[in-house]
C-alpha cells in the first residue's frame, strides 16, 4: 500500500543544505501497524510528512496504492491526502475555541458532507472514542488523554483508510497514553494500516513491527513484536 524506492530529501536553507533523508525503501502492507522509532532528527517526522503527501521527497519514488505520487502537484496531493490519510499529532492540534464535536465536524464540512450524515458520524465517532457525554466541551476542559481522543475522531471522520500519527502519546501519561494505543489497536483490527512515531518500546509494543531510523537511513527494518 505504502511503498518507497530510493526515498531521499534534502532541507535547502539559503546555502545550507541538510539530507534529512537518505535512500530509504520501505514497503507497508495494507492493514499494517508500523512503529517508527530513532533518535531526535533522525528523520521520522519527515518520513511520515511524505507519506502522508504534506511533503514531497527531493529524490526517488513513493507509490501509494500502486500510484506514483511522487510527481504529483499540491493540489493532487491534498485530495489524495484528503480521502486516504487521517493524521494524529502529539500536541493533539485541536481548534481551542470549538466544541469537541465541533472538532470533529470540520473536515466533513470542508469536504462538503450534509448535515444530517456530519450529525450521524460525529455522534459515532463520539461513542467510538468513549466522549459522547463530552460533546460540547471545549478541549482546554478536557484532559490530554481525551484531548487525543477527540483528535483521533477528527481524524476518523471522513474514514481513511491510513492512520498516521507521531508521538501520539508523547504528551499524555501511560494510563492515558495506554487507552489510546487500545483505540489504535481497535482502528487496526477494522482494517486499517497505521504508521506511528514513537520513543517509547512499551507504545511500539502495539504494533506489529519497528522501521528504526538513523541519520535519515533505515538502520532496522522489520523487527517484529
Ligand atoms: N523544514 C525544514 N527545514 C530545514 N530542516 C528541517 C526541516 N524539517 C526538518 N529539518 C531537519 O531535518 C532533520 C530531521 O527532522 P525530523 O523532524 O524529521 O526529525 P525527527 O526524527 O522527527 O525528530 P524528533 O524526534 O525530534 O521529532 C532535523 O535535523 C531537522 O532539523
Ligand atoms: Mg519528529
Known amino acids: 500500500m505504502i511503498e518507497f524506492r530510493n526515498i531521499s ?7 545550507v543544505e541538510f539530507v534529512a533523508l537518505k535512500g530509504v525503501f520501505i514497503a507497508v502492507q495494507k492493514g499494517g501497524f508500523i512503529s517508527i522509532m530513532g533518535p531526535s532528527g533522525s528523520g521520522k517526522s519527515t518520513l511520515m510528512n511524505i507519506i ?8 526517488g519514488s513513493y507509490y501509494l496504492d500502486g500510484e506514483n505520487v ?13 480521502r486516504k490519510v487521517g493524521f494524529v499529532f502529539q500536541n493533539f492540534n485541536l481548534l481551542p475555541y470549538a466544541s469537541a464535536y465541533e472538532n470533529i465536524e470540520l473536515p ?12 450521524r458520524r460525529v455522534n459515532e465517532l463520539l461513542e467510538m472514542v468513549g466522549l459522547l457525554p463530552w460533546a460540547r466541551h471545549r478541549p482546554t476542559e478536557m484532559s490530554g488523554g481525551q484531548q487525543q481522543r477527540v483528535a483521533i475522531a477528527r ?6 483508510p491510513i492512520i498516521l ?9 501511560s494510563k ?17 494500516t497505521i504508521l506511528m512515531v514513537t520513543h517509547d518500546p512499551a507504545i511500539a509494543a502495539f504494533s506489529q513491527s519497528t522501521i528504526r531510523l538513523l541519520d535519515g537511513a533505515v538502520q532496522e527494518n522489520g523487527a517484529a513484536h
Open 155 to 160: 481524524a476518523l471522520a471522513m474514514d481513511p
Open 165 to 173: 500519527a507521531d508521538e501520539p502519546t508523547g504528551n499524555l501519561d
Open 52 to 59: 502522508g503527501c504534506l511533503d514531497t521527497p527531493t529524490e
Open 176 to 192: 492515558s497514553g495506554h487507552e489510546i494505543m487500545d483505540i489504535f489497536s481497535r482502528l487496526w483490527k477494522e482494517g486499517r
Open 108 to 119: 466533513m464540512l470542508f469536504n462538503g458532507k450534509k448535515n444530517t450524515e456530519r450529525k
Open 9 to 15: 530529501k534534502v532541507y535547502k536553507m539559503g546555502e
Open 70 to 82: 511522487s510527481g504529483l502537484t499540491f493540489d493532487q496531493l491534498s485530495t489524495i491526502r484528503n
